[in-house]
């Protein structure tokens, strides 16, 4: 009885001993834009070619539109280990203490998604990347979404027109002087939140790119949406390095794989994306999309370079000189 009672055992034993080799090892991947969006696709993109490359060794949990966590929650998840992997806005790494990321949301200092990958792809944004391991973050990749437009629920044609509005930001200390420079009053806010904000008037206007202000419908809740293009967002695909530094060699160099395919998707498709958006939000007819003309863009970067100087001393006058360097920017040619 003993015998047996012990056999049944030992194989009962080994039962688990297998099904516990066959766990995969998941991947919580949360954000909070649509999944129809740059990031959302690229997400759901990475989750299919690591499931493939492993061989079903990893699953990826794709967790969009803030479902899992909001902003500034899901930065702590990740260094908790609660979620292993993330794409943040860069606009969002100044909360952590990493200020460099905000170079990104200086106002026209890329003039299109070629002056970008200069620095996304060089060794400027390699060493942004290693800037957040001190905080036990590893920084992946950086994936595309846009060039912002201003909108408000009257026209924007100069910067004179976003003067006393109250205007969503995310949490940058760059775009709040931005803000401040337009005379606009910034509000830091919840990407979850802004639709409702917009909607019963807590703000009185925003910045996105076109295919956040498509799938959120604030389109639906503003009456005027300006291509200003004033300023880039994008992101950094992150994950808790411990989770990622623990991770079985070959595992991890098949999630390289699928991480870089993914960001060479995301980064292919971020153009077309913003440009079906945006036809969608002109036939919508629900708000009035105003194209700048030249001088009144022109305006706009006048009245928005002061920003850069004012910034040094929180992001480092040698980064900025050093992305004016990449992308040749000249703040005196304006
Ligand atoms: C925002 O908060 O406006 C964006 O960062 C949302 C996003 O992830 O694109």
């Known amino acids: ?60 949990e794709v967790y969009a539109n803030s479902t899992l966590y909001k902003d500034k929650e899901e930065m702590e998840a990740l260094q908790l280990g609660a979620v292993q992997m993330l794409a943040p806005s860069l606009a969002k790494f100044g ?13 026209y200092i890329f003039d299109g998604y070629d002056d970008l990958h200069k620095v996304t792809t060089g060794p400027v944004g390699k060493m942004m990347l290693s800037k957040l391991e001190p905080k036990g973050i590893k920084g992946l990749a950086f994936w595309d979404n846009g060039f912002k437009s201003f909108s408000a629920n009257s026209p924007i044609k100069a910067p004179e027109d976003l003067k006393g509005k109250k205007m969503r930001i995310q949490s940058s200390k760059v775009l709040e002087e931005q803000m401040r420079e337009l005379k606009a009053l910034p509000q830091v806010m919840a990407f979850s939140e802004v639709y409702q904000a917009l909607q019963t008037g807590v703000v009185d206007g925003t910045e996105n790119p076109h295919s956040n202000l498509y799938t ?64 969608a939000v002109r036939a919508s ?32 006058a040698e980064l900025i000189q050093s992305i004016y360097k990449e992308t040749g920017f000249d703040p005196s040619k304006l």
Request: aromatic fraction near 8%.
């Open 285 to 316: 007819g629900k708000t009035e999309v105003y194209q700048p003309t030249p001088a009144e863009k022109l305006a706009f970067k006048k009245a928005l370079l002061p920003v850069h100087k004012k910034m040094e001393s929180r992001i480092g």
């Open 216 to 279: 959120q419908k604030m389109h639906e809740v503003q009456s005027n949406v300006s291509l200003t293009e004033h300023g880039y967002l994008g992101y950094a695909v992150i994950t808790n390095k411990k989770f990622w530094d623990g991770l079985p060699s070959d595992v991890r160099t098949e999630l390289e794989k699928a991480m870089a395919e993914s960001t060479t998707f995301a980064n292919a498709i971020a153009r077309e994306e913003n440009e079906k958006a945006l036809a």
């Open 95 to 107: 909360p952590l203490g990493v200020r460099e990321f905000e170079v990104f949301d200086l106002p």
């Open 1 to 60: 009885m003993k015998i047996r009672a012990l056999l049944l055992g030992l194989v009962a034993a080994g039962i688990t001993a297998t099904a516990a080799a066959a766990d995969p090892i998941v991947i919580k991947f949360s954000h909070v834009v649509a999944t129809d969006t740059p990031k959302g696709k690229a997400a759901e993109k990475f989750k299919e070619l690591a499931e493939k490359y492993t061989k079903g060794a990893v699953k990826v």
